[in-house]
C-alpha cells in the first residue's frame, strides 16, 4: 500500500475539502453558533466517516450491490434528511425559531449523518474500492485509510467552519445572518436535487 499512499492523500484532501453536504452545514453552524459549539459537529462528521470505511470495505458494498433497491431506499433517506437539515439551517437566523432549530449538530447526530450523506457514502465505496488491494491485508489497508481521511476531513472541516465564522464577523444584522442561512440552506437542498438529476 505504500505505493498508493500519495495518491490516497490526494484523495482525501480533495474529497474533504470540496464543497458538499458536511462542509456547508459546518460552515452554516460556524456562521449561526460559532467555532467551539461547532466542534462536536466537526469531531462527529470526523470520526463518523473514518468508521464507516470499515463496514464498508469489510462487505456492505458487496450488499448493495447485490440489493440495489436497500441502496436506492437509503439515498431516499438521506435525501430527505437532507432535506430537514436544509429546513434547520434556514430557520438558525430566525429569532422566532423553536429553541429545537437554535442547537447545532451533535457529535453522534453528525456522525451518524454520514451514513446518509450521497457525498460520504459514494467517496466511501470509491476510496475502499480504489486502495484496497486483492488478497492484502485488508484491515490494515482500512486502517490506514480511516486514518488519513480523518487528517484530512478534520483540518477540512475547521477550515469551512472558520469561514462561516468569518461570515458572522461581517454579519451585523439578524437579518443578514438570516438571508446567509437561506443562502446555506438552498445549497444543501441544491444538493438533494442533484441527486437525482
Known amino acids: ?72 431506499w437509503l439515498r ?6 437532507l432535506l430537514f437539515l436544509a429546513w434547520r439551517i434556514a430557520r438558525a437566523g430566525d429569532p422566532g425559531a423553536g429553541e429545537a432549530t437554535h442547537k447545532p449538530l451533535t457529535f453522534l447526530e453528525a456522525a451518524l449523518f454520514q451514513w446518509i450523506n450521497p457525498k460520504a457514502l459514494t467517496l466511501a465505496f470509491s476510496v475502499v474500492t480504489a486502495f484496497t488491494t486483492v488478497g492484502g491485508n485488508l484491515w490494515l489497508e ?21 469561514f462561516g465564522v468569518a461570515i458572522r464577523q461581517f454579519l451585523s444584522s439578524p437579518r443578514a445572518l438570516r438571508v446567509t442561512n437561506l443562502i446555506l440552506a438552498a445549497l ?7 441527486l437525482f438529476v
Open 76 to 81: 431516499i433517506v438521506g435525501a430527505t434528511y
Open 142 to 162: 482500512l486502517a490506514v485509510i480511516a486514518f488519513i481521511f480523518a487528517l484530512a476531513c478534520f483540518p477540512a472541516l475547521v477550515v469551512w467552519c472558520l
Open 1 to 72: 500500500m505504500a505505493d498508493t499512499l500519495v495518491p490516497l492523500i490526494i484523495f482525501a484532501l480533495v474529497g474533504s475539502f470540496t464543497p458538499g453536504p458536511n462542509t456547508v452545514m459546518v460552515t452554516a453552524s460556524g456562521a449561526t453558533f460559532g467555532f467551539s459549539r461547532s466542534m462536536p459537529h466537526m469531531l462527529g462528521v470526523t470520526f463518523g466517516f473514518a468508521l464507516m470505511v470499515f463496514p464498508i470495505g469489510l462487505g456492505l458494498g458487496k450488499f448493495f450491490h447485490a440489493v440495489p433497491q436497500a441502496h436506492a
Open 188 to 194: 444543501v437542498a441544491l444538493s438533494v436535487v442533484m
